[in-house]
Each structure stands twice: as structure tokens, then as C-alpha cells.
């Protein structure tokens, strides 16, 4: 199993800003994921981050908005920049996983909760 | 486009009762469904995963169906307890690099 931890667990921030989201991991993955989660609706992939490569964004989701680094096997970050708003959400970061032997699953981190005013 | 579908926003179920909660997928045909338990201010934790050739898998009081002729899985939970109340989601994927979730069915047991 994985173990994610993240941080900050919450966090409320005047528009026009930037926030980093660090994202933990207890063992070494290969790939780490960052999802968007809007109140009330379901989770949005931002874009998977491989270490030592630039992270490959979906639809949507620009670089200059979301930068990522990957500096290691265990670690993450994801910036929010440039705050507005709309970008009120809850941050998840995953990886893939094993669990009950499928490497299709995803293990979650507990999610960072924004607030822009 | 390819899209997932949970029917129900929301469902409320007496204790005691098997709960049923409905995902549909259209456009598309899925190596395997996977479903997950969302709680409030947490991140969603893996519950089953069942594949396009398996018909139902179950795991303690949980029992998944995938119905590839319908493009539907239903996802039971029996003898259901107040602690099931949580948000279910759907997801499918072709491999672990890229999953899409559908918008979750909140579930309520009412003792």
C-alpha cells in the first residue's frame, strides 16, 4: 500500500496569488497524479507527473496555470497560479497502485481544500 | 465523446436494506470498472475493480456486476449499515495512467 500525505490541508488565499500543494508519498512511484475536485462534482485529471520528465497535461489544463515538479520518486508539488475563484477546489494527488493485485487502481492523498476570495 | 454515468446524485436507504447504485458508459468499451468510497474531506479509496469478462465480483457485503450489453455496472452493498453513508464513484480506465471518475452517487443509510 501507499501512504500520501499533503500539504496544506486547507487553505484560503486572495485572488491573484499562487499556491504550492506538496504531495508525499511513503515509497518510491513511478507516476504521480494531480486531480481538481469542484464542489460537488467529481474528480478532473489535471495531469500525471513522471520524475525526470516534464507532467503531461489534459484538456484544459496549461502549464503556465498548474506547473508541476517531480524532483524525486516520492515527491510533488503542484502550483496553482495566478488564483481566481473558479479555481476554489479540492487538489488530490495519486498513484497508481496494486491494491488487491490491480495495477489499475489509484491510491489518494486526503486532498488540500482552497479557497480563493 | 466517451462518457460515465452515475444516475443517482443522491440515495437514501434504510439500515438493513441492499443498496444499488447504477453506472452506465456510453461511446466506448472498458477494460474495467472501478469503484470507489469518497468521505467527506477525504480522498476516494479503492473498493473493486471488475473486468469486461467477469460478470460480478464481491468482497464482504459488496457485490459489483458489469454488464458489457447493457454499457452498465451496479454496485450493491447488502445488509447496509450507517456507516456506508459516504459518496460511491465510478471510474474506467484502460490502463493506471489515466482513470475517469463519474460524478458520484451520494449514499445515505438512515438507521
Known amino acids: 500500500s501507499a501512504v500520501i500525505s499533503q500539504k496544506p490541508s486547507r487553505d484560503i488565499c486572495q485572488r491573484g496569488t499562487s499556491l504550492t500543494i506538496q504531495c508525499q508519498v511513503d515509497s518510491q512511484v513511478t507516476m504521480m497524479f494531480w486531480y481538481r475536485q469542484q464542489p460537488g462534482q467529481s474528480l478532473t485529471l489535471i495531469a500525471t507527473a513522471n520524475q525526470g520528465s516534464e507532467a503531461t497535461y489534459e484538456s484544459g489544463f496549461v502549464i503556465d496555470k498548474f506547473p508541476i515538479s517531480r524532483p524525486n520518486l516520492t515527491f510533488s508539488t503542484l502550483t496553482v497560479s495566478n488564483m481566481s475563484p473558479e479555481d476554489s477546489s479540492i487538489y488530490l494527488c495519486?498513484?497508481?497502485?496494486?491494491?488487491?493485485?490491480?495495477?489499475?487502481?489509484?491510491?489518494f492523498g486526503p486532498g488540500t481544500r482552497l479557497l480563493v476570495l | 465523446s466517451q462518457k460515465i454515468e452515475q444516475n443517482s446524485e443522491a440515495l437514501n436507504i434504510q439500515e438493513g436494506k441492499t443498496a444499488t447504485l447504477t453506472c452506465n458508459y456510453t461511446?466506448?468499451?472498458?477494460?474495467?470498472l472501478q469503484w470507489y468510497r469518497q468521505d467527506p474531506g477525504r480522498g476516494p479509496v479503492f473498493l473493486l475493480l471488475i473486468r469486461e469478462n467477469e460478470k460480478e465480483k464481491r468482497k464482504e457485503r459488496l457485490k459489483v456486476t458489469f454488464d458489457t450489453t447493457l454499457k452498465q455496472s451496479l454496485f450493491h452493498i447488502t445488509a447496509s449499515q450507517p456507516a456506508d453513508s459516504a459518496t460511491y464513484l465510478c471510474?474506467?480506465?484502460?490502463?493506471?495512467?489515466?482513470?475517469?471518475f463519474g460524478s458520484g452517487t451520494r449514499l445515505s443509510i438512515r438507521p
Open positions: 471510474a474506467w480506465g484502460s490502463s493506471a495512467s489515466k482513470i475517469i
Open positions: 461511446n466506448y468499451s472498458p477494460a474495467y
Open positions: 495519486s498513484v497508481e497502485g496494486a491494491q488487491a493485485g490491480f495495477q489499475e487502481t489509484q491510491y
